[in-house]
C-alpha cells in the first residue's frame, strides 16, 4: 500500500477519544446534578460539565455528520430512528416510575428530561438538510440571534423540544459546516494547545470559586429555560451570547487537547455512545428510587461523593458492552420494517394510480351514461 493510501485511511483517534470522553461527561453531569443542592462538589462539577458538555456533543454530531448532495443523498432513517429511540425512552422512564410509584405522566410533545436529545437530533438534520445550500456566515449568526430572541418567550420552552432545537442548532450546523481535516489541523497547532489549558483551568476555577453564587448560571446552560426562568440579575440575550462564547471557546479547548492516539477501550465506548446514552439515565433512576445511592450517603457521610463519582465514570464502560445494544438494535429492526412497509405502500399506490389513470376515461364515461339513463327521462334528455 502506498504512503499516500495509508496517509488517506490512517483512521484519527481523535475523534473516538472525544466521543468517549463526552459521552462520560454526559453521564457524571447527570449523576452530580441529582445531588447538586446538597453538595458543592457536586454544583461545582455540574457547572463546569454543563457548560460545554451537550453543545460540544451535538458540534461533534454535526462535524461527523455526512454532507448531503447529489451522490449523498438524504436518509429518512436516521431521524426515524432518532425518534423511535426517543419514544422508547419515554416508554422505559414511564415505566420505571410507576414500577417504584413515583409521579409519571407520559407527554407525547414534551419532556424536560433527556429523550430531547433525540427528538433535537433528528430536528438538526431535517433543518440541516433543508438549508444545506446556505453558508455558515448566513445561517450562523440568523440561528444565534433567533435563539437569543427565544429566551425572552416562556411559550418556547419544552413543548415540540423546540427552545433546545432553537439553543443547539448553531452548533450542529457549525460541525455540519466545518472541514473536520482543517478544523484538526488548526487546532493542533502548539499555541492553541497552551492557550487552550490555561483557559480549561480558569474555567476550573471560576467553577471552584463562589459556586453558590455561580450556579444559577446552570439553567442557561441547559438551552430549555426563558430568561425570566433563569435566577440570574437581569438575564437576557447577552448572557445567551456569553453562553455562545463559552460553550464554543470550551469546545475548542477540549479538542485541541484530546489525544489523537489509540487508547484501549475507549474507541469501543466512543462508538456506542447512543446505547449508553440510552441506558444510563434509566440505571441513575432505578439507583435514586430504589433509595441505593440515600443509602450510600446515609451510610459513607465523608466519602459517599467519591464512591458516587466512581460509579458515573464506570458505568459508561460497562453499557458499551454489546449486550446492551439489544433495545437500539430491536428499533432499528423495527425502523427498517416501517420504511420497507412505507415503501411498499408507495409502490402499490403508484400502480394503482397509474392503473386508475388508464381506467379513469372508461370509468367516467360509464358513470355519465348511467346518470343519463336514470335521470334521462325526467329532465327530458331520453
Not at 440541516?128 to 437569543?148: G, H, M, R, T
Not at 448560571?217 to 437581569?234: D, H, K, P
Not at 440515600?294 to 461523593?305: A, F, Q, T
Not at 458515573?312 to 445494544?325: C, D, K, M, N
Request: glycine share 6%.
Amino acid at each position: 500500500m502506498s504512503e499516500a493510501v495509508k496517509k488517506s485511511t490512517k483512521r484519527i483517534y481523535k475523534w473516538d477519544n472525544l466521543k468517549c470522553f463526552l459521552i462520560v461527561m454526559v453521564v457524571i453531569g447527570h449523576f452530580v446534578n441529582q445531588y447538586a443542592p446538597i453538595s458543592n462538589t457536586m454544583k461545582s462539577l455540574s457547572l463546569f460539565i454543563y457548560s460545554f458538555h451537550m453543545p460540544l456533543f451535538i458540534f461533534l454530531s454535526g462535524l461527523l455528520q455526512k454532507r448531503w448532495s447529489q451522490r449523498c443523498k438524504f436518509q429518512w432513517d436516521k431521524p426515524l430512528y432518532y425518534i423511535m429511540i426517543g419514544y422508547a425512552l419515554k416508554v422505559c422512564i414511564y415505566g420505571i416510575k410507576i414500577l417504584f410509584h413515583q409521579k409519571a405522566v407520559f407527554q407525547w410533545f414534551e419532556d424536560t428530561g433527556i429523550p430531547w436529545y433525540m427528538f433535537a437530533m433528528a430536528a438538526f438534520m431535517v433543518i440541516a438538510y433543508l438549508i444545506k445550500e446556505l453558508p455558515l456566515w448566513f445561517v450562523l449568526p440568523i440561528s444565534i440571534l433567533a435563539a437569543c430572541l427565544a429566551g425572552y418567550d416562556e411559550n418556547i420552552g419544552s413543548f415540540l423540544y423546540l427552545s433546545r432545537i432553537i439553543v443547539f442548532f448553531p452548533f450542529y450546523y457549525t460541525g455540519y459546516c466545518l472541514d473536520i481535516k482543517k478544523l484538526q489541523e488548526v487546532l493542533n497547532k502548539t499555541w492553541i494547545k497552551c492557550l487552550s489549558a490555561i483557559f480549561l483551568t480558569d474555567m476550573i476555577l471560576y467553577t471552584l470559586a463562589k459556586i453558590e453564587d455561580n450556579y444559577s448560571y446552570i439553567r442557561l446552560f441547559t438551552g430549555r429555560n426563558a430568561y425570566s426562568l433563569i435566577n440570574v440579575e437581569s438575564c437576557g440575550a447577552v448572557h445567551r451570547l456569553m453562553f455562545y462564547v463559552i460553550a464554543f471557546l470550551m469546545g475548542i479547548a477540549i479538542i485541541s487537547l484530546i489525544p489523537n492516539c489509540k487508547v484501549p477501550v475507549v474507541g469501543k465506548v466512543g462508538a456506542r455512545t447512543l446505547q449508553i446514552y440510552f441506558w444510563h439515565r434509566l440505571i441513575l433512576y432505578v439507583l435514586t428510587f430504589s433509595g441505593i445511592t440515600g443509602n450510600l450517603i446515609k451510610n459513607v457521610p465523608s466519602g459517599w461523593v467519591w464512591i458516587y463519582l466512581a460509579m458515573a465514570i464506570i458505568l459508561p464502560f460497562v453499557l458499551s458492552a454489546e449486550v446492551f445494544s439489544a433495545p437500539l438494535t430491536l428499533l432499528k429492526n423495527g425502523e427498517n420494517i416501517i420504511l420497507a412497509g412505507i415503501e411498499k405502500l408507495s409502490i402499490n399506490f403508484y400502480k394503482w394510480k397509474e392503473s386508475t389513470l388508464t381506467v379513469l376515461p372508461v370509468l367516467e364515461f360509464i358513470t355519465i351514461v348511467l346518470i343519463l339513463l336514470y335521470y334521462g327521462e325526467d329532465v327530458g334528455i331520453l
